[in-house]
């Protein structure tokens, strides 16, 4: 999602090129299929499968995203989607609960935790970010989705941690601790202050969110899966065309400006700890 303009063949090649670990993959950018093609060009790449999005990726309606309006219709995508993403066989396919009745939305996550079960597939339930941007979940914290999976009980479920979405946290190394081992992804990026929106991220270590601690604690919890750069940079898809969006930066450029700088964060993280 990082490099937004660019097709999934070409994200692959310039992520490959790059000397990056693994690709997100997001079924947006696959089209209508079939994705033989693309499946092959992923192998082909050496890259590895980091937490996949779907193209609805709620139980409930989300603002300024497309989609049913319907949670029947929303879920029955996912499912959909959750057999087009096993063949990509990611580490994990993200699910957010989307904002309003939380009792409809622990129905359609037990939906699709059952088929994830039935595919070898783990759903990263992903908490929002709470202070200053639209309503997008029910849930705000790591403690609030281990609150779920624990409710719903099942083995597929478990939790993305996103640092945009988290850092600012109260208790949040602590909850790190606590619940490391429901934490199925890792999306890493960073607070503009002020921000702008909720597609105004950064790259890792160009913001306040503390990055470098952040990543000292999920390694001390054991956390050794992809930590996947994540950044929304609106140049007007969602509305807001910001001057400075990283949305119009080239897409290899981007891409070694992340790597470089989620490296160097990685580096400072026992000092920053």
């Given at each position: 999602m990082?490099?937004?303009?660019a097709?999934?063949?070409?994200?692959v090649r310039?992520?490959?090129a790059?000397?990056?670990d693994g690709?997100?993959?997001?079924?947006?950018?696959?089209?209508?299929?079939?994705?033989d093609?693309?499946?092959?060009?992923?192998?082909?790449s050496g890259?590895g499968s980091?937490?996949?999005?779907?193209?609805?990726?709620s139980i409930?309606?989300?603002?300024?995203?497309?989609?049913?309006?319907?949670p029947?219709?929303?879920?029955d995508?996912?499912?959909?989607?959750?057999?087009?993403?096993a063949?990509?066989?990611?580490?994990?396919?993200?699910?957010?609960?989307?904002?309003?009745?939380r009792?409809?939305?622990?129905?359609?996550?037990?939906?699709?935790?059952?088929?994830?079960e039935?595919?070898?597939?783990?759903?990263?339930?992903?908490?929002?970010?709470a202070e200053g941007?639209?309503?997008?979940?029910?849930?705000?914290?790591?403690e609030?989705a281990?609150?779920?999976?624990?409710e719903?009980?099942s083995?597929?479920?478990?939790?993305?941690?996103?640092v945009w979405?988290?850092?600012?946290t109260?208790?949040?190394?602590?909850?790190?601790?606590?619940?490391?081992p429901l934490?199925?992804g890792?999306?890493?990026?960073?607070w503009?202050?002020?921000?702008?929106g909720?597609?105004?991220?950064?790259?890792?270590?160009?913001?306040?969110?503390?990055?470098?601690?952040i990543?000292?604690a999920?390694?001390?919890?054991?956390?050794d899966?992809?930590?996947?750069?994540e950044?929304f940079?609106?140049n007007?898809?969602?509305g807001?065309?910001?001057?400075?969006?990283?949305?119009?930066?080239?897409?290899a450029?981007?891409?070694?400006r992340g790597?470089?700088?989620?490296?160097?964060?990685?580096?400072e993280?026992?000092?920053?700890?």
């Open positions: 990082s490099t937004l303009a097709g999934f063949a070409d994200d310039t992520y490959a790059a000397g990056l690709i997100g993959v997001w079924e947006l950018k696959l089209g209508d299929g079939p994705d093609d693309a499946i092959a060009l992923l192998r082909e890259l980091a937490t996949a999005v779907p193209a609805v990726p409930l309606p989300l603002p300024l995203l497309a989609g049913p309006a319907d029947h219709d929303r879920i995508a996912i499912l959909r989607s959750l057999h087009r993403l063949a990509f066989q990611p580490a994990a396919v993200l699910c957010f609960t989307g904002p309003g009745d009792a409809t939305a622990l129905r359609g996550l037990r939906q699709v935790a059952a088929e994830a039935k595919l070898d597939l783990r759903i990263a339930l992903e908490p929002f970010q941007t639209e309503s997008w979940s029910t849930l705000n914290t790591l609030d281990a609150a779920v999976v624990e719903i009980g083995p597929a479920l478990g939790i993305q941690f996103d979405h988290l850092w600012n109260p208790e949040l190394f602590e909850e790190i601790e606590q619940h490391a934490i199925a890792v999306h890493v990026n960073d503009r202050e002020p921000t702008r909720w597609a105004d991220r950064v790259l890792p270590g160009d913001g306040v969110a503390g990055v470098p601690a990543l000292g999920l390694d001390r919890a054991g956390w899966g992809f930590y996947d750069i950044v940079s609106d007007g898809t969602f807001v065309a910001y001057p400075d969006s990283l949305w119009d930066v080239d897409a450029t981007l891409v070694d790597r470089r700088q989620l490296l160097e964060c990685w580096e993280r026992r000092v920053a700890a």
